[in-house]
C-alpha cells in the first residue's frame, strides 16, 4: 500500500528555518518525481517544488532561493528545506507523488502544518 | 506564467448535474487533471488526461477539453461530491493549479 507521512511542521518566526520530511512507503521515492504543494489558510492548493527521478529539481518563483528539495534514498524519504521563512509561507505543506508519464499526483499525504509567524 | 481560471462556487440540486470549467490558454493541447478536496482532507485525484478515472472514482465524473476549456461533469449529484475542485496542468516543468471551485449540493 502506498503512503505518504509528512512531519517537521510547526510555528517559526520570519527570517526561521524549518525542514519537513515525507516518509514513504509501498514505492520507492527515487523513481518518481516527487513534489511539495502547499495551501495557504482557506486559499487553493500551490505547487511549490519538484524533483525527478533523475534528480532535477524546480521551483515555484515564489520559493526560489530559500527552499531547496532533496531526498534520501536509503530511508526513501523526500524533504524541503525551507529558510527565510516568510509570514506568506503559512500553509499546510502536502507531499505528492507523480510517476512521471503523465504529470499529476496520484498519491498524496496527510500534509503539515507551518505558521510563520512572530 | 501560464494560468488557470475555476468559477469560485457551483450549485446543484441533489440527482443533478454539475459542470465546473477550467480555463486557459489552448488548454486543450495539455493534459488536464482534476482533484477533489474535503475540509480537512488531502486532493484527491478523481480525473487524470482530461477524462480518464482512476480505480475507485465513480463514473458519475466525467472529463472533457477542447479548446480553451476543460470541463469536470459530476452526473447525478450526492451529497457527498460537496467539496473543493481543482484542475491542473503540467507545464514547463511545474505544475499549475486552478484557482479552485466550491460545489454546494443542495
Known amino acids: 500500500e502506498v503512503q505518504l507521512v509528512e512531519s517537521g511542521g510547526g510555528l517559526i518566526q520570519p527570517g526561521g528555518s524549518l525542514r519537513l520530511s515525507c516518509a514513504a512507503s509501498g514505492f520507492t521515492v527515487s523513481s518518481n518525481y516527487m513534489s511539495w504543494v502547499r495551501q495557504a489558510p482557506g486559499k487553493g492548493l500551490e505547487w511549490v517544488s519538484v524533483?525527478?527521478?533523475?534528480?532535477?529539481?524546480y521551483y515555484a518563483d515564489s520559493v526560489k532561493g530559500r527552499f531547496t528539495i532533496s531526498r534520501d534514498n536509503s530511508k526513501n524519504t523526500l524533504y524541503l528545506q525551507m529558510n527565510s521563512l516568510r509570514a506568506e509561507d503559512t500553509a499546510v505543506y502536502y507531499c505528492?507523488?507523480?510517476?512521471?508519464?503523465?504529470?499529476?499526483?496520484?498519491?498524496w499525504g496527510q500534509g503539515t502544518l507551518v505558521t510563520v509567524s512572530s | 506564467s501560464y494560468e488557470l481560471t475555476q468559477p469560485l462556487s457551483v450549485s446543484v440540486a441533489l440527482g443533478q448535474t454539475a459542470r465546473i470549467t477550467c480555463g486557459g490558454n489552448?488548454?486543450?493541447?495539455?493534459?488536464v487533471h482534476w482533484y477533489q478536496q474535503k475540509p480537512g482532507q488531502a486532493p484527491v485525484l478523481v480525473i487524470y488526461?482530461?477524462?480518464n478515472r482512476p480505480s475507485g472514482i465513480p463514473e458519475r465524473f466525467s472529463g472533457s477539453n477542447s479548446g480553451n476549456t476543460a470541463t469536470l461533469t459530476i452526473s447525478r449529484a450526492q451529497a457527498g461530491d460537496e467539496a473543493d475542485y481543482y484542475c491542473?496542468?503540467?507545464?514547463?516543468?511545474?505544475?499549475?493549479f486552478g484557482t479552485g471551485t466550491k460545489v454546494t449540493v443542495l
Open positions: 488526461r482530461d477524462s
Open positions: 524533483i525527478y527521478s533523475g534528480g532535477s529539481t
Open positions: 491542473q496542468v503540467w507545464d514547463s516543468s511545474s505544475y499549475v
Open positions: 505528492a507523488r507523480d510517476r512521471g508519464a503523465v504529470g499529476n499526483f496520484d498519491y
Open positions: 489552448n488548454i486543450g493541447s495539455k493534459n
